[in-house]
Nanobody
């Protein structure tokens, strides 16, 4: 198991950028795929992006593809989500997740979650 702590959220205007960080504790972090999810008020938690533990392959939801970059620094036990050209519909609490047995876009497959960081985009 790992403990995850997100940071970097905030309030920005449409078109702006934010870089979210997910800091992990635990020596096995580098062995886990890591994902970002988000949840807007009244909506289900949805997949945003994930990155594999070995070769760092990345996958994105269509809603953020081309505007976001997920990366990881295993030496610092940190995964990042750079978000550009933000839109009001990106407003949500963003969570990082790990401890999944499979590479998945389904939130229920991940056993480790951070507390979330709020992203608010105004028009």
């Amino acid at each position: 198991q790992v403990q995850l702590v997100e940071s970097g959220g905030g309030s920005v205007q449409a078109g702006g950028s934010l870089r979210l960080s997910c800091a992990a504790s635990g020596r096995t972090f580098s062995r886990y795929d890591v994902a970002w999810f988000r949840q807007a008020p009244g909506k289900e938690r949805e997949f945003v992006a994930h990155i594999t533990y070995g070769d760092g392959l990345t996958y994105y939801a269509d809603s953020v593809k081309g505007r976001s970059i997920i990366s990881r620094d295993n030496s610092n036990n940190t995964v990042y989500l750079q978000m550009n050209s933000l839109k009001p519909e990106d407003t949500a609490v963003y969570y990082c997740a790990a401890c999944s047995a499979t590479l998945s876009r389904r939130a229920e497959t991940y056993g480790c979650w951070g507390q979330g960081t709020q992203v608010t985009v105004s028009s």
